[in-house]
């Protein structure tokens, strides 16, 4: 199978700036990325159907390795659809993202932060159990009980 | 008759009922008829397509009449069929329960509106995975579920939704973009992507190009699956969406990842090549997560690590490449998929009635609704795989293939899958623990309102004054059915479904292990596409 250099290099480049610009921080530079690997990737899809022939449509006559691959352009058809609703998505969540927070950059993780903050000592599980020792309490250390509440108000009367 | 001529039936039904909630739009008692009756249809059209393949084994349909290996074939085979019946009965439940849920809140934050065709959308991708033959339209399929999701994801667009919306956006589709490029790769090297003609077509490569291709599809697919060690995005994003829509990500779309896993490992690439890497990455899936697990004091983030560290059970049934092993894995899946939805759905149903699910505010909920307690229970204690639960059963069926193969990275696994079994169930007795057991002025952050409330819930309703401070802390809490039946029943029918599980072990280990059978020895998979004798002359 023969190659199209051109096809390649501007594939190669495609790749390398989408990675670039996914690796920022800003969702807008992300979703750039995001187009621009889409495109790498269709050119690679284009490229794997050969050098360009005839347009694939039956013609009386015509030998088979004279047309172009279909294949490869009924999937780019497909892959550019989907890219393009996606993209509309990413859009509408930048523009929310701005409406809700003036902002449109990634956010750390709320929940993250707690855990890689919190202490090692646990309280359910690493406090110490006082010992019990008796059953029995000392009258004066008693919580007061209804009992004790009730012999206290007729005490007072 | 032949089951795969109405397989069709099972990607077409969802999208019609799409367009018909979507027609319905102001209409939501409609809508929810629309949805629960579109979902009825095609489940009794999946368990009639089950039947069939049970009985005669693979079957596969040409869509538009074109000649394999030219056109989009569907594939009807045991595995596929399982997939599509439980993932659809699950899906019921889950359109049920969020049907309950709409209608006990009378519809009033966002857009629900929008939820009932997306959801339809969303199972017909999954539908559209499970069935084609073709590696395109299993990009097509995993496209259109995953479109659905983003928009179930940031549904109401909330700021926290929008954050973790972002996050799994960008990760799925970049590994929509590595299997894409896998895609054309694979075009490239072999001229098809019809599966069954690859299956033949790729064993004729050059061994380093196999090895390639096999590693970019098990990485694009490891995304998707959420195999660590790129399982980082699954905690951060699924706990913030809505109770329904985490229970339905949870439940079906790591399994459509697991599911193009074992194509890729059985059919496309069969052999053992990849096998111990594969345990390697198993081992440490179970332990990882797991570990994140028994960190989280929220009881959905808590559930998302149980999830990852489970597909590491699925993916070392599916490295061990034995009848044992991968047929304990196809019935693991088929557990799991029924047991974690269940959790996710009662972990909802637990926000309602506790008002959170951080388990620092909540306690006394087993006084407070005993239903709700056992509801936990049994799913959890499924989870955790003790006796006599599916669980249980789909773990010794791993570990017997595991003790069957004997190797010392075999042993290490077994151990592993002790081990995070163990650890599961330390993490969910926590939640039963705090949530459920201990009182809840014994919280950390005690809830007052939950504190107030007499076991018949008679203080709630009197504490919540929400129509005279619409922005106080109890809005969305206040005089709202806690635990509307609509919602409850979904539940226990999906906890009674994981219960069945166990009482028709018998028969779904059978299916598992023929499944798993076909699926090692390809000629029914193959001949089933591309007719009688393809596999003649193809070293084996």
């Known amino acids: ?157 | 008759m032949n089951a795969a001529q109405i397989a069709p039936l099972a990607v077409v039904l969802p999208l019609l009922g799409a367009a018909l909630a979507f027609v319905l739009i102001r209409h939501p008692n409609a809508q929810r008829r629309t949805g629960a009756i579109t979902l009825t249809v095609t489940l009794a059209v999946e368990v009639v397509m089950l039947a069939s393949a049970w009985a005669n084994g693979a079957q596969a349909v040409n869509i538009g009449g074109w000649i394999p290996p030219f056109g989009i074939t569907m594939v009807v085979d045991e595995l596929s069929a399982l997939m599509l019946v439980v993932s659809s009965a699950v899906s019921l439940a889950v359109l049920l329960y969020a049907s309950g849920q709409g209608m006990a809140d009378s519809d009033e934050e966002g857009p629900v509106s929008i939820f009932h065709p997306t959801y339809l959308i969303l199972v017909a991708g999954v539908s559209n995975a499970f069935l084609t033959g073709d590696l395109f339209n299993l990009y097509v399929g995993f496209e259109m579920l995953l479109t659905a999701s983003y928009v179930l994801m940031t549904l109401g667009g909330t700021s926290p939704r929008i954050r973790a919306g972002v996050t799994y956006v960008v990760v799925s589709v970049i590994s929509s973009m590595l299997f894409l490029v896998s895609i054309a790769m694979i075009y490239a090297a072999t001229g098809t992507i019809n599966m069954a003609d690859l299956a033949i077509k790729l064993g004729e490569l050059d061994p380093s190009t196999q090895m390639t291709l096999h590693l970019m599809l098990l990485v694009a697919f490891g995304i998707k699956a959420a195999v660590f060690p790129l399982s980082f995005w699954l905690p951060d994003s699924y706990p913030t969406a809505p109770a329904p829509v985490t229970a339905v990500f949870a439940g079906l779309l790591t399994k459509v990842g697991v599911y193009a896993l074992i194509r890729t490992e059985t059919l496309l690439f069969p052999g053992d090549r990849l096998n111990t890497f594969l345990m390697v990455v198993a081992v440490l899936t179970m332990l990882v997560g797991i570990l994140g697990a028994v960190a989280q004091i929220d009881i959905k983030r808590m559930l998302s690590f149980t999830l990852v560290s489970h597909i590491g059970y699925m993916v070392f049934g599916l490295a061990m490449s034995s009848v044992v092993g991968l047929g304990a894995a196809v019935y693991y899946v088929a557990h799991h998929i029924t047991v974690q939805t269940s959790l996710f759905l009662v972990a909802g149903l637990i926000e309602r009635r506790g008002g959170t699910t951080n388990m620092d505010r909540l306690g006394g909920l087993a006084k407070l609704s005993p239903m709700l307690a056992i509801l936990f229970f049994v799913p959890a204690m499924n989870l955790a795989g003790i006796p006599p639960f599916s669980g249980f059963l789909g773990k010794i069926g791993l570990v017997q293939g595991g003790v069957d193969l004997g190797s010392p990275i075999a042993w290490v696994l077994v151990a592993g899958s002790m081990i995070t079994s163990l650890l599961t169930l330390l993490a969910l007795a926590r939640v039963w623990n705090r949530v459920f057991w201990r009182r809840p002025e014994d919280a950390e952050h005690p809830d007052p309102v939950l504190v107030a409330t007499k076991p018949d819930g008679s203080a709630v309703r009197t504490t919540r004054h929400v129509e005279e401070r619409p922005h106080g802390r109890f809005t969305g809490r206040g005089i709202v059915q806690l635990l509307p039946m609509p919602m409850v029943w979904p539940t226990i029918g999906l906890v009674v479904m994981g219960v069945a599980l166990t009482v028709f072990a018998g028969p779904l280990f059978e299916l598992s292990d023929q499944a798993a059978r076909e699926m090692l020895q390809r000629t029914p998979y193959i001949e089933a596409v591309l007719g009688e004798g393809a596999m003649q002359g193809v070293a084996p």
């Open chain 1, 1 to 157: 199978m023969t190659v199209n250099l051109t096809l390649l290099l501007v594939m190669g480049v495609l790749f390398a700036v989408g990675v670039y610009l996914i690796l920022e921080r800003s969702l807008t530079r992300v979703m750039l990325g995001l187009m621009l690997i889409t495109n790498g990737a269709n050119l690679l899809l284009l490229s794997t159907g050969g050098p360009a022939g005839l347009a694939p449509i039956f013609g009386v006559g015509v030998p088979a390795e004279a047309y172009s691959d279909p294949l490869p352009q009924a999937l780019i058809l497909t892959s550019i659809v989907i890219s393009f609703a996606v993209t509309a998505f990413m859009l509408a969540i930048i523009y929310r993202s701005w409406v809700l927070g003036r902002q449109d950059e990634v956010q750390d993780d709320i929940e993250d932060r707690r855990v890689a903050n919190q202490p090692t000592f646990d309280a359910e599980d690493d406090a110490e159990i006082p010992a019990e020792t008796t059953e029995f309490v000392p009258p004066d250390e008693a919580e007061e009980t209804p009992a004790t509440n009730r012999a206290r108000t007729e005490r007072e009367k």
